[in-house]
């Protein structure tokens, strides 16, 4: 009988730990918006070489990183009652960074692909720009059509649908693909190549502060507009990066801030 006492007493030690360690790990499977707001602070991910999307600007002899997107990532983390944190990297870094649950969302002009689809979620559309084509101002006239460009050496940003737009319609002698835009331009500047696939909005940045080049008058296209992505089965998160978009947007906030941040990139040196 005691043996038997003994044995009942075990079983139910061995079953309330069984619960209370079920009920422990309960409380640790968060949400990634919980986490966030645990935290106290959201990550963005963002590539701060693609004005006037994001870029860095010099203020107040600090180095800043700018952009209308950067404004778009600090009303959400208003909106979340939290801070922001902007992780700088390579564009073609940054789902990758996003997976790893290294940042929490990315902001960073990115076009959602039915490939990037596949392992992100991504939020409504909030801006959608044309596609063009930034070379030499001595040159640029001369590109009308895409037959112009023929054998031309391209370059894009690497893992972009612009590097799509130069392989499918351009049939150029070179392509050259780089993670960061300002790697490109450098390249454009010292002849390495004739031009750059690029956001219409950003070739105009980069012309307005380089005499030496100019944008083609040459029509390529828009883009299908750009999204914020968070990683899969974030609802939740996505709710209200939606709802903050949807208010930006009808509260013609989104133009405000890309008029704002063109006039910032045009005086970016």
């Not at 701060?48 to 600007?57: L, T």
């Not at 070379?135 to 009308?144: E, G, I, M, V």
Request: charged content about 30%.
């Amino acid at each position: 009988m005691i043996k038997n006492k003994k044995v009942y007493l075990l079983i139910m030690i061995i079953l309330g730990g069984v619960l209370l360690l079920a009920g422990c790990t309960g409380d640790q499977e968060q949400t990634r918006l919980e986490q966030i707001k645990s935290n106290g602070k959201i990550v963005l991910g963002t590539a701060a070489d693609y004005p006037p999307y994001e870029f860095h600007k010099q203020i107040n002899g600090e180095d800043n990183i700018v952009g209308f997107d950067i404004e778009i990532a600090k009303t959400i983390a208003e909106n979340l009652d939290v801070d922001l944190e902007i992780k700088d990297m390579k564009f073609d870094g940054l789902l990758a960074a996003l997976k790893a649950g290294n940042i929490d969302f990315i902001v960073a002009g990115m076009v959602p692909t039915e490939e990037r689809a596949e392992n992100v979620d991504f939020s409504m559309k909030y801006y959608q720009g044309e596609q063009s084509f930034l070379a030499k101002a001595d040159k640029a006239d001369s590109y009308q059509t895409f037959s112009d460009l023929t054998g031309l050496k391209v370059g894009a940003q690497k893992a972009t649908t612009q590097q799509n737009l130069a392989e499918e319609k351009i049939d150029a002698s070179e392509y050259k693909f780089l993670s960061k835009i300002t790697d490109l331009v450098l390249e454009l500047k010292n002849d390495k190549i004739d031009g750059i696939v690029m956001a219409k909005p950003v070739a105009d940045s980069y012309a307005k502060v380089n005499s030496d080049l100019k944008v083609a008058p040459i029509d390529m296209g828009k883009e299908t507009g750009v999204a914020v992505a968070v990683d899969k089965g974030n609802k939740d998160l996505l709710a209200e990066i939606n709802s903050t978009l949807e208010n930006m947007i009808d509260n013609n906030k989104i133009n405000e801030l890309i008029a704002d941040a063109t006039k910032l990139a045009e005086s970016n040196q």
